[in-house]
Each structure stands twice: as structure tokens, then as C-alpha cells.
């Protein structure tokens, strides 16, 4: 099954829980949740009381993106206000294995992102630990970016890797993809290997406040292209 996990990055934030509830009722699958600490990333966004302040709002599962460092610190405050799956960058822990024992743990699934430069290897040693695989296809910090074509050729690599690990165990991994992810180049995507798509502005950019479905017809469309694959 694939998954549309739309960036509250791009979200109205004055009205992030309608923003939230409006996704979700328009087809959306999860909330991507982007925290990024002007340290480990150029930006600097949202924390745990923000995640706490929009679990009431929908029984989705909430994606906690971490692009902070150090990360331990951090997330088992995430796990208790709301987050359902946390990922991080290996660069940003000191012990990556530990970090995903630490987010399992804690109740919530677990992975590991890759920058555009950043080699796969470093799932190699952890892929029982592993719940989700997450590429960037834009460099982090902000969104509206371009989708960076050589990601295609990555997500092929970190499919046969999964695809591998679980024909001997038996044990599937997401494979999510994050940034410029459009209507028009997603069924591309998809047919790399990606089964989880995060869309920001693709989404967030469509339609007008005052129309409660204003995401109906962009997420039936990111639909309709899946659905050729």
C-alpha cells in the first residue's frame, strides 16, 4: 500500500489542527512532522508541544522527521506527546543503533533519513531495528525545493537492500521519500522503489482556506498517479 504523508512544514500555522484534520479527511495516510533545531539543519521549526497540541486532532499516525542534534535527548519527549514513527540522520547520533533502540523503546517505529550525499551503508548493520528508510530527494531545512533527480538511482539501491532483507527474514521497511515529491513525479518515484511519499507545498499549496476540501482533488490526483504504477 502506498502512503501519502503530507508536510506540515507547508501548513497554514495559524490553523495547523484544521490544516491537520483537512489532509486527513481529503485522503491523506499520515502527518509528516518536520523538526529541524538552526543547528543539525539552516531552520528552525517545531518541538513537542506542537506535536502534543495537534494529536488531538486526528488518529493518524504522526511522522516525526528529526533533523536535530544530538538526538536522544529529544525523543522520548516525542514519543510522549503523540509521535508515531521517529526518524533521524545517522550523522546526528553518536551511536546510531542505540538511537533506534531508544525509539523502539519508546513505543514509536523507527528509521533513519539519508541527505542527498549520505552513503546507505549505514543501515546495513541495523536493519532489524529499522521500520522506515527515509531519503531526502532535496537538500534539508526547507521546503518548496526541487526534487533532485540522482535520488531515483538511491531509492533503486535502498530498495534491492530491503527487498533482500526481507526475503530472508520475512520482515518488511518503509521506504519514504521527502522533497519535491509533485503529481507529476510521483508515479517516477514510486517505480524506484518509494511506497511512502511526503508532499509539502504539492499539497498545502493547493486550494483556498476558505474551501474545506481544497486537498480532495490534489491528493486523489498523487492517488490516480500511484494507482498506474
Not at 506542537?50 to 519527549?77: F, S
Not at 493547493?206 to 490526483?221: E, H, L, T
Request: glycine share 8%; with cysteine.
Amino acid at each position: 500500500m502506498h502512503v501519502i504523508a503530507p508536510s506540515i512544514l507547508s501548513a497554514n500555522f495559524a490553523k495547523l489542527g484544521e490544516e491537520v484534520s483537512a489532509v486527513i479527511a481529503s485522503g491523506a495516510d499520515w502527518i509528516h512532522f518536520d523538526v529541524m533545531d538552526n543547528h543539525y539543519v539552516p531552520n528552525l521549526t517545531i518541538g513537542p508541544l506542537v506535536c502534543e497540541a495537534i494529536r488531538p486532532c486526528t488518529t493518524a499516525p504522526i511522522d516525526v522527521h528529526l533533523m536535530v542534534k544530538p538526538v536522544d535527548r529529544i525523543v522520548p519527549d516525542f514519543a510522549k506527546t503523540g509521535a508515531n514513527i521517529i526518524t533521524f540522520h545517522p550523522e546526528a547520533s553518536d551511536h546510531v543503533d542505540r538511537t533506534l533502540g531508544l525509539i523502539r523503546d519508546s513505543g514509536c517505529q523507527a528509521g533513519l533519513v539519508f541527505n542527498p550525499a549520505t552513503p546507505l551503508h549505514y543501515m546495513d548493520y541495523v536493519m532489524d531495528k529499522l521500520d522506515v528508510v527515509l531519503l531526502m530527494s532535496v537538500n534539508p531545512g526547507f521546503g518548496g525545493q526541487k526534487f533532485i533527480p540522482g535520488t531515483l538511482d538511491k531509492l533503486r539501491e535502498a530498495r534491492a537492500k530491503i527487498d533482500a532483507y526481507t526475503a530472508r527474514t520475512g520482515r518488511s521497511i518503509r521506504l519514504e521519500i521527502d522533497g519535491g515529491v509533485k503529481v507529476d513525479n510521483i508515479a517516477q518515484i514510486a517505480r524506484a522503489g518509494a511506497d511512502a511519499f511526503v508532499a509539502g507545498s504539492a499539497v498545502y499549496g493547493a486550494g483556498k482556506d476558505s474551501d474545506p476540501n481544497r486537498y480532495d482533488s490534489v491528493i486523489a490526483a498523487l492517488r490516480a498517479e500511484l494507482a498506474g504504477v
